[in-house]
C-alpha cells in the first residue's frame, strides 16, 4: 500500500495484510478437531479421492459425463437443439444432484488490517501472532483456565485452542504456501501455538479451479511437435470460434468458458483416472 502524507511529495510503501473472519453454519459447534488430521489408523490415499463421488466409473460419473457432452452440443448446435429437443435438453440430461447443503446466512466479520508482509516467512508468522493472539484473542483456556496474558510461555503451550482445535486459514497459493513452510520451521517448537498444528491453510476455491486450468494451459494447450490432435485446448478454441486466447497471458474467465463447453480427452491421465475421468476431463 503507498501511503502519502497530506503536504509531502515522497510516498511510502507499507506492507499491508488484510482478513475476514467468516462463520460456517456446519461447521460442528464445538469447532473442528485436530484428530482428525491424524488417520493414523487408515492415512488418506489419492485412490480415496479418485474413487469417490463424481469421479469413479459408476452411475453418478456417466450422468456428468452426459450433462457436459449435451450442454457442448447445445452450445455449439442450439437451434438445432431447440427444434429437436423443444428445449428439454438439460431437462433430459440434468447434473446430478448428491449431498445439497441447506442455505443459511453466512455472517461475515471484518478484521482489522495488520501492517506485516504476508509474502515472507517472517511477516506471515507475525500475521498469525496478529489476528489469532491479539485481535481474536484465541488460546484463552491455558492451564490456569483464566484471562491470562496470551504472551506467557505456559499458557501458549497448553491451550485447548492450540492442541485440540482446528482453525482453517483460506488465501491464495502463497498464503498456503507460507503457512505450510512456518509450520515446517515451527514443528518441533515447545509451545503449542508455534507449532501451529491448529492451523490448516488451504488454498480458496477459486485459486484451486485457476490451478487446474493453468495446468490444462500446459499440459493440452496444443499437440507435440510433429503430431496433429484434436484433445487440444487451441483445437478446441478454433473449433468454437473463439477470439484474445493466448497461452502465455491467458485469462481465467476467457478459459474456464471455453473449458466447460468442450470436453477434452486426457489420454495422458489413463494410468491415474478411471474410464469416464479418462476420456472427458472438463
Not at 16 to 40: D, F, M, W, Y
Not at 42 to 54: E, I, K, Q
Not at 113 to 118: G, S
Request: charged content about 20%; overall charge positive; glycine content about 6%.
Amino acid at each position: 500500500m503507498r501511503d502519502q502524507v497530506i503536504g509531502s511529495s515522497k510516498p511510502v510503501m507499507r506492507n499491508l495484510t488484510t482478513a475476514i473472519l467468516v462463520e460456517n453454519a456446519h461447521i460442528p459447534p464445538k469447532g473442528l478437531s485436530q484428530r482428525s488430521l491424524g488417520c493414523a489408523d487408515r492415512p488418506l490415499h489419492f485412490m480415496d479421492v479418485l474413487s469417490s463421488y463424481g469421479l469413479r466409473d459408476d452411475g453418478i460419473a456417466r450422468q456428468i459425463a452426459r450433462h457436459f457432452v449435451a450442454e457442448a452440443i447445445e452450445y455449439q448446435h442450439r437451434a438445432a437443439v431447440r427444434w429437436t429437443l423443444a428445449g428439454t435438453a438439460q431437462n433430459r440430461y440434468p447434473m446430478p444432484v448428491l449431498d445439497v447443503l441447506p442455505p443459511n446466512k453466512t455472517p461475515v466479520h471484518l478484521l482489522s488490517a495488520v501492517f506485516e508482509n504476508e509474502a515472507s516467512i517472517e511477516g506471515t508468522a507475525r500475521v498469525h501472532e496478529e489476528l489469532f493472539l491479539k485481535q481474536l484473542q484465541l488460546g484463552r483456556s491455558g492451564a490456569d483456565g483464566g484471562d491470562s496474558n496470551v504472551e506467557d510461555e505456559a499458557y501458549l503451550r497448553t491451550a485447548r485452542e492450540f492442541n485440540e482445535e482446528l482453525f482453517l486459514a483460506y488465501g491464495d497459493q502463497l498464503t498456503a504456501a507460507r503457512i505450510r513452510s512456518v509450520k515446517l520451521g515451527q514443528r518441533d517448537a515447545r509451545r503449542a501455538f508455534d507449532r501451529r498444528g491448529w492451523l490448516l491453510g488451504p488454498p480458496a476455491l477459486f485459486h484451486v479451479l485457476q490451478a487446474m486450468l493453468l495446468l490444462l494451459v500446459r499440459t493440452h494447450w496444443e499437440p507435440l511437435k510433429g503430431q496433429y490432435s484434436k484433445q487440444t485446448l487451441l483445437h478446441h478454441i478454433m473449433f468454437l470460434n473463439r477470439h484474445g486466447f493466448n497461452k502465455g497471458t491467458v485469462k481465467y474467465h476467457q478459459l474456464a468458458a471455453a473449458v466447460a463447453n468442450a470436453g477434452l480427452p486426457c489420454p495422458r491421465r489413463r494410468a491415474l483416472l478411471p474410464p469416464t475421468a479418462e476420456r472427458w476431463c472438463f
